[in-house]
């Protein structure tokens, strides 16, 4: 049950960023918009694992790897949360860029893409017990940061080209700063499966 609910919160999150990337792509306020009103399913879900955890905790009084493989799922759970937090982020920024999109959006796009593999690697590494997998999902996080920094270039490049695009550049590093601590809180999530599984954090 615990994995369960793991994978369902997992899949809520990887649809958060996707909806907020599609926002993005089509400049779609309303939908925007949705994906902020959305955005308590995953704090519910967040709470529910955290009571059956403790409920584990309190019947069962697991030790060793048991107690490490609740004591990680809590962590993620954290992480989880922060993730969806930072997509309502993404989509605040779409509704006050008001339905303005540029080429340079493709790149962002394709971070975005990068950081749900990420989410989803991770979690599928915590079900599977797959230390290779999580450790996969450390190596894709080197890939999303440079993505942020071939992007924060392009930014630099807009501003020099055209000062009124200053606002808009503003709000699109913005947004790739989220995709990247999207990024971070997947590594995080890797790393408490290692540990869940070695005992070594």
């Not at 967040?46 to 069962?60: A, F, G, T």
């Not at 000062?163 to 601590?181: P, Q, T, V």
Request: charged share 30%; with cysteine.
């Amino acid at each position: 049950e615990l994995n369960r609910e793991l994978i369902e919160m997992g899949s809520m999150c990887e649809e958060a960023i996707a909806q907020v990337a599609k926002a993005l792509t089509t400049g779609d306020v309303e939908l925007a918009k949705q994906i902020k009103e959305d955005g308590s399913g995953i704090d519910q879900m967040e709470r529910e694992i955290e009571r059956r955890c403790m409920k584990l905790l309190l019947h069962q009084q697991p030790v060793a790897r048991d107690l490490r493989v609740i004591s990680a799922a809590l962590k993620m759970i954290t992480d989880m949360e922060r993730i969806g937090d930072m997509a309502e982020d993404i989509a605040e920024i779409v509704v006050f860029m008001d339905g303005h999109t540029m080429d340079s959006m493709e790149i962002v796009l394709d971070m975005a893409l990068e950081t749900s593999k990420m989410v989803n690697a991770s979690i599928e590494a915590f079900v599977k017990k797959d230390i290779v997998l999580a450790k996969e999902v450390l190596v894709q996080d080197d890939v999303v940061d440079d993505y942020f920094l071939r992007i924060k270039n392009d930014i630099i490049s807009l501003i020099s080209e055209n000062a009124n695009a200053g606002g808009f550049a503003l709000d699109l590093l913005m947004i790739s700063k989220y995709f990247e601590r999207i990024g971070d809180h997947a590594t995080n999530i890797a790393e408490w499966v290692i540990y869940s599984v070695t005992g070594t954090h």
